[in-house]
């Protein structure tokens, strides 16, 4: 099993957000293989399906003034934030194309094992909570247990989109805008918070990549732009014998902004 890997930066959410529906759609048809994404989002707040308005805190006026994007989207959980400094990842895995193939809350349990791993990459040592989704890091005397990795997906005839959030050097005062998760008093941290001193994100991406190897049994092969994971696309084969594969009018292609930034150069009017 290959898994196709592609870094791409800072990325505005609507942008990654359309971006990930193409994905989808080809994934379904079986026009790409299974691809993780790797990136970062200016500063945004997401709603998830199970959100609670009132745990945004701030006013619409204070989030323009800091900057800040506020969008209701498909996924699971509750509230979080995204912002510079975070390492996003957006699994497009057909969850059914891994032998065994893989359930739903299988899918969560893994996820959060890359995460436990990946910190452990960077001597910090998280867990799981009982009841709850994310990985922590462990309470010590002079500190409660704080959350470093939110996770929330969303799963659409067994592929995924959307992922997880690994604060990194993530500017945590973010934070106090919202009620993170819906949980009231939880503290968050981040790899620079508990290290005491900065990790490039180049180096917690790739650390990330290995562990989802490791973790979903597969080799990772890292593309070097948008258009290495998207030629793929130009060849198509139904998923199951006797079957016309789905959506073969997706077009083969990215939002427009996305393909200026990482493409092969040429843009898009």
Not at 8 to 37: C, H, S, W
Not at 116 to 141: E, H, M, N, P
Not at 247 to 258: G, I, M, S, V
């Amino acid at each position: 099993m290959v898994i196709h890997v592609l870094h791409l930066g800072l990325v505005p959410y609507g942008t990654a957000l359309k971006f990930q529906r193409t994905l989808m759609e080809l994934r379904k048809a079986d026009r790409i293989g299974n691809t993780l994404l790797l990136l970062e989002h200016p500063p945004v707040i997401t709603l998830g399906r199970n959100s609670q308005v009132g745990n945004v805190l701030a006013s619409p006026e204070l989030l323009a003034l800091k900057g800040v994007e506020l969008v209701e989207i498909d996924r699971g959980g509750d509230v979080t934030f995204h912002g510079p400094g975070q390492l996003i990842a957006y699994p497009i895995f057909d969850l059914r194309s891994f032998d065994p193939k893989v359930g739903a809350v299988e899918f969560v349990r893994r996820l959060e094992e890359v995460l436990i791993r990946t910190c452990g990459d960077f001597s910090i040592g998280t867990q799981r909570i009982k009841g709850l989704t994310g990985v922590w890091t462990y309470a010590l005397r002079d500190k409660p247990e704080a959350k470093i990795a939110a996770i929330g997906v969303h799963i659409s005839r067994g592929v995924t989109t959307h992922g997880f959030a690994l604060n990194v050097s993530t500017e945590l005062d973010f934070f106090s805008l919202i009620v993170p998760c819906g949980l009231t008093g939880k503290p968050v941290s981040s790899i620079q918070k508990e290290l005491q001193k900065p990790v490039p994100l180049e180096e917690v991406a790739t650390a990330a990549s290995r562990n989802f190897g490791r973790v979903f049994q597969s080799q990772m092969l890292w593309l070097e732009s948008l258009d290495d994971l998207l030629g793929q696309a130009a060849v198509t084969a139904p998923k199951i014998e006797g079957t016309t594969p789905a959506n073969q009018d997706t077009p083969a292609r990215p939002p427009k902004e996305l393909h200026n930034m990482h493409g092969d150069g040429s843009e898009i009017a």
